[in-house]
């Protein structure tokens, strides 16, 4: 059975870091371009980060650029967002997103807070 699913969310304080981790589960990550997402309430869900399967290029939406880094295992089993500088309004559910041709698989998502 094929899973993602991702951990590392928590309670953290403005300026802090946190290291967001999906796993695979009954699939390798290879060829699947891999992406970050997070839903805030009453937002809309928006596109972080995400890192090609074919390449390895990356790309970082605005908000998050100079502040997330995405990387990848070698054995392309897991893929992490390394989150630094986190502010209040980084407050969302994360989630991530492997797809591949027809194939899209999302997690279940990790609740990240930042409040001091």
């Known amino acids: 059975q094929v899973h993602l699913v991702e951990s590392g969310g928590g309670l953290v304080q403005p300026g802090g870091s946190l290291r967001l981790s999906c796993a695979a589960s009954g699939f390798t990550l290879n060829d699947y371009s891999i992406g970050w997402f997070r839903q805030a309430p009453g937002k809309e869900r928006e596109g972080l980060s995400c890192?090609?399967?074919?390449?390895?290029?990356?790309y970082y939406a605005g908000s998050v650029k100079d502040r997330f880094t995405i990387s990848r295992d070698n054995a392309w089993r897991t893929v992490y967002l390394q989150m630094n500088s986190l502010k209040p309004e980084d407050t969302a559910v994360y989630y991530c997103n492997a797809a591949y041709q027809s194939l899209n698989y999302w997690g279940q998502g990790t609740q990240v807070t930042v409040s001091s």
């Open positions: 890192i090609s399967g074919s390449d390895g290029s990356t």
